[in-house]
Structures are given as C-alpha cells and as structure tokens.
C-alpha cells in the first residue's frame, strides 16, 4: 500500500469502512510518516472541537420559535398515578386523619367518657345519663377536630390533590367512628356485668340525639368557628333539663325534645346539614390557627 | 469523537429516531418538535455562531431555521440524512443575514506570513502542537475553511453529508479540508516560537 494520505482525514472522522480501517491500520503499525499525518488530524479535530465547544442556545429562542409557528406553551401535566382504587384511597386517607386529630382532644373525650360512664353505671338512671353525655362528648369532639380554625394541617391538606371536601368528610367519619365505637364499649361495659339494663334502650338512648347535635356543631365549627360548634352543643345540652319545666317555653322544648328524639325528618335535615357544610367548607377563606 | 461516540449509538439508529420525529413534525406534533430542537439545536447554534461570529445573529438564524423545518417538513424527501438537511437550511438561513458581504473573514494574513517562515512541514508542526493552539488557530481562520473543519469534526457529518450541505462534490470537500489544515498549520506558531515565549 502507498501513503493512503486521502484515507486518513476519513479515518480520523471515523467514517470508513471496517476492511478499509484494518488495511489502514496495518499500514500505520510501519509507516511513522502515516502516522504523525493521522496525528495531525487527530489534533486538528480535537482543536474544532474545543474551539467550536458552545453552550445551547438560550430557553428564550425554542420560546421566540413556539411564538412564531403559533404553537401555545405547553402547560405540564402530571402524568403519573395519583393515586390507586378509589377505596384504597379511602382506607389510606381515614387513619390518618387519626393522628391530624390533636391528641388533647382524644384524651379529653377518652376521659370525660370514662368518667360518665363511671357515673352512669352509679346511677339508676344510665340510659339518661349516657343520653346526656355522649352526644355533647362527641358533638364537642367533632367541632374540634373539624373546626376551620383548629385545623394544624389544614393548610398542607389544601395543598395536596385530595379534595379538602373528602379530607374533610374523612375527618369526620374517623372521630365519629372512634367515638361510637368507645361509647358502644361503654354502653356494653354497662350491660354486660348483671344484664339488668337494656343495651339496645342504651345505646339508642344516646344514638338518637348524637346525629342532630354532632351536625349542628359541625357546620357551626365548620363553617365558622370551633368555639360556635361547642357552644351551640352545649346549649342544646344545658336546654335538655330544662325542657318541658315550666323554666322554658313550648317554642324551646319542642325543638330541644325533637332534637334528642329524632325521627326520619331530623336525621334527613342533619345529613342535608353535614352534606351542605362539607360542600361549603372550602369555599369559606382559610382562618388561621389561633394557637399558631 | 464525533457525536455518536460517547453514547453508544449507531449513526443509522440516530437517523432512524430523526426520521421518526421529523414524520411526527409533519403531522403537526409539538413534542417531536421541541425532541428534534433539542437534538440539534446546539450543533446547528455553533455552525450558525461559526458562520456569522456572533451569538445574536446565530440565535436569529437558529430561529428561522426550525420555523422552517416546522413549515416544511412534509417537504423532506430523505435524499440525505435529517441532520445534513437541518445544516443545509441553517447555512441558507445565516448566509441571507450576510446578505450583500461575505462570510465574516477574520485576516490571517498575518499569522501566515510569520508561520511561512517556519522549516517544518504542516503535519509535523500540527502533529506537535497542542489542542488550545490548534483551537486558537481555528478561530483565526477564513469562514469557509472553518466551516468545513467544523461540519468534519464537531457536526460529525460525512463528507458526502458536508458535500450536499455545501452544494459542493465530495473532492471539493476533500480539497478543503486538506487546504483547510494546510491553513491553519502555517497560521500555528512554531517550535521556536513556542520556546522564545
């Protein structure tokens, strides 16, 4: 083979074939001469490279072209699972919202509850005592774990892509559950010792007015303040004694008695009240905490 | 190491995915539009930077160059590789910016005439000089030397590419490169230069 001085400007750029590159290299093992020429190229190609190095254009140019084909900015979109089956969600989302509860809540009710049914199992008159108890235990417990304005998370829950309406709903359906779910060990640590009460006429005694008066506080604490909802369960409460003494008209025991006997229409209107305060709640602005 | 080296893949596979995306422009898609931008974009930013000198006018050029593969790519016919295309409309959008004057020439008249003198031969001087004075010799020469020595050895592009880029044969290609060396050889300083700095 002569000097292939053609080749090696190609061989340099890497583009010939591989028969030719084994001939060439043959070649350049004996000949010193072929090889400062490829040496040459070599250095040549790596200078352009180094003189011709550029950083990519600025964003603002692809921006200026986008401008000029009248293509619109793409807006991103997240494209990944949010998250899975709507019912795992749920099972995921309603133990949390356990621990978003301030543990003094839990602890007051877990307390207060202890002692009325303490008391109730003392009296003789348990299926009232645990009427009058219950209800404002939980009704209380509801305005504070849902109150607008003793919400810790409620900012970082507004944040994220659950709706605050299902964290809200979540949050109530969890206290109301732990609260039914220990008054009902309550009402069957009251029964069960001699079976002289009747633990259907107990648990009913307290079941009733738990729904109207947990949905009142609740759109109270909701949609205004915690301290409204508790309030406005505890003056249900006090009224209860009263109604039907002569102490009290007939336009505040009948409601008051309808509240803690309800029938189907005032459990309808305390769901329609739940449903509106849940549909509400975002809409009203963020109040922050008070204790922040 | 052109610009297939480091990644592993074939120019075939490299043009395959161009082919594809450039379908994909033609039937209006806006994503395969920004995927082949930010293919090329800098590549053809530095040829439009070598061919004009400045960065303005380059990002100007870049710009006209992907309106025109947005307005017309259904009018690729595939006679050459996507990448040789994209230069070949880059050239033409910088040269109507040097509409009426040449190609920005900075003189190297007087770097030639000092490295004339020089006893040795192009290859020996270039084999021995280092990569920051080869790439300062670069920036010294003509347009059309430095545009044939970047569309060889930083675009990557064939020479039978470079030849359809610049409308000239292949030899012509081959002549300039050589010539293109042969330039910037003598615009290096020489061994005794380097050692009287």
Known sequence: MSHPTDLLAAYAMRELPPDTVAALERHLADCPDCRRDL??????ATGVQIAT??????????????????????????????????????????????????WPVWVTAGVVLILGTVIAALSPFSAEVMAMLVPLITAATVAASCGAD????????????TSPRTVLLAR???????????????????????????????VGAWLGPLVPLCALSFALSVLWRTSVGVGAALTLWSLRPLSGTDLVGDWITVPVERIWTPDTAVILIAVALVAASCYLAPLRPLRRSRSV | MNRWGDRGYSPLMEEEHDRILLDRVAAGDERAFEALYERHATALFAYARTLLGESGPAEEA???????????????EGRSAVRTWLF????RQALKRTRGQQLRVVPVEDAVSVASDAPEPETVVLARADAEAVAAAFTRLPAHH????????AAGLPVTEIARVLGVPVGTVKSRLFHARATLAKALPTGAERTSR
């Open chain 1, 172 to 202: 109530l359906t969890t206290v109301l559950s732990t609260m039914t779910v220990a008054s009902l060990a309550a009402s069957l640590a009251l029964t069960l010792p001699d079976g002289a009460r009747d633990g259907f006429a107990l």
């Open chain 2, 88 to 91: 070949g409309i880059c050239r």
């Open chain 1, 39 to 44: 040496t040459a190229w070599r250095h040549l």
């Open chain 2, 62 to 76: 870049l710009q006209d160059t992907f309106v025109a593969v947005w307005h017309n790519a259904a009018a690729f």
């Open chain 1, 150 to 161: 003793t919400d810790p998370a409620g900012e970082l829950t507004r944040a994220t892509l």
């Open chain 2, 146 to 153: 430095r545009e044939v020595l970047q569309l060889a050895f």
């Open chain 1, 53 to 102: 190095a550029t950083t990519p254009p600025p964003p603002a140019v692809f921006a200026v072209i986008r401008r000029r084909v009248n293509i619109a900015p793409r807006i991103p979109v997240y494209a990944g699972q949010v998250a899975g089956h709507p019912l795992r969600r749920m099972a995921a989302l309603l133990p949390w919202q356990w621990w978003l509860v301030r």
